[in-house]
């Protein structure tokens, strides 16, 4: 977008009249960052400026509303383990309007991440004396009624001093209210950084502490272990990938031969459900540094086994050639609010129409396509979606024509004339159910749908230019 660009800044240019540039240190999400010196205090800061740069209109101005609100939201906060503002001003854009700065603590040990990157690992008193620090941090930030909401090993700075390692919670760019939800109607923009978030955190709904404990849980395994627990970089994959979390990161604790109470406890704070987690951080704090003692009374540090072929450990900042988001990019989601009771939006060039099966209903798709839709019961936790053809043979991918399938997955249905000509092809995706959501994905857009409304959930896409249909039950069915 034009006038979204920062002007470049050269050492020696000054900024409100007192802070000397002296280098750019890094350009990364929606900022650039420059080390720049406070002539009237002699103190070292950073400067980090607002850049949007080819990011589109919707979606900037939500950017820009969260880059100025962190600036208000870190002065309401004084812990020592939170990275402290300074200053806030404006810098005139290149041709367009002016652009927001902040002017912040100066840290210079870098980011967790780079850090765990370098050590592969972290001892198990390091990574405990970092997550009871940022455990105060959150606890402040708890109390002024705020949600973080960005918890990653990327924001957490760390800070050299006599006694080694500080670390410091920094970007409160996407912190919210307490409790507060996403839009109930139509399209809202959420932003979070997809391998760090709650579960509720990904289909909108109100956060509490235990969303920023979650992500912090997260953070403590990464040191421990040198791995992201999470790495599908699609919300509705990740979403579903949480429903079993505690698999998965019992999967991640195995290696590490944590202390039976640590990790039970690390578990129930990666619970799918945000009622059954721990809902304060110094209690969290306090209850791991208890479930650590025996292992560092002993003067011993639990090493991580290596499984046959397994790779040393996860380099975070280094993306594979087809990942396109980093694991710690902050990324902005649209997200669709829709329910059966009100008028769809057209969603990527596609009618979106709600249908009841109950027991089933019947589509005309096109003209020569006619098919019946029904749920069955099926072998996966989701029903299964029974698609029939009334004037025509259906098969999914490559399969023989019949008269019927069943689906109990996601996949491709193909829609054939009695010669076996192809009419249509619809794509079919299981909505993954939450607490009060349940969400799918058509064409990367996530619709979410309240529990209260549809019991079951189904996208029957027919592509661009055509309908997909919402397949669903009502609750009381």
Known sequence: MAGSTPPPLSAGDLLLGRYRVVERITEGGHSVVYRVEDERLRRPACAKILN?????????????????QEVFVLARLSHASTVQIYDFGYLAGAGGPALPFQICEYLGGGSLSRWVKKRERLSVSEALAITVRLCGALAEVHASGLIHGDVKPQ?????????????????????????QSASSDGSTVLMYSVNWAAPEQLVGEPLGPAADLYSLALVTIFMLSGRLVFLEPDPSDAYRRRKYARDVVANALE?????????ELLLDACNFDPRERVQSALQFGRSLEQALAP??????????????????????????PSDTSLPGRVMASDLWLLSPSRPSPSIAERRIEFVAADPWCDLTVAEPVRVRLSF?????DTPGLHVMGLNCFVSISTGRPSSAVTLDGSGSVDFLSPLGVPLARATVTFATDGIERSVVTVAGNSIVVSRAECAGLAAVDFGPGNTCYLAHVSPRT
Not at 157 to 168: D, I, P, Q
Not at 255 to 263: D, Q
């Open 52 to 68: 949007v740069d080819g990011v589109d209109d919707r979606i900037r101005k939500v950017v820009e509303q969260h880059f100025v």
């Open 155 to 179: 924001n957490v700075l760390l800070a050299e001093t006599l006694s080694g390692r500080v670390a410091k919670l920094a970007d409160f760019g996407i912190a919210q209210l307490a409790q």
């Open 255 to 263: 290696p590490i031969n944590l202390p039976a109470e640590a990790v």
């Open 295 to 320: 292992t560092l009374m002993d003067g011993t540090t639990p090493t991580p086994t290596r499984r046959t072929g397994e790779r040393a450990a996860l380099a975070p900042e280094t993306p594979t």
């Open 376 to 380: 069955v019961p099926s072998s996966s």
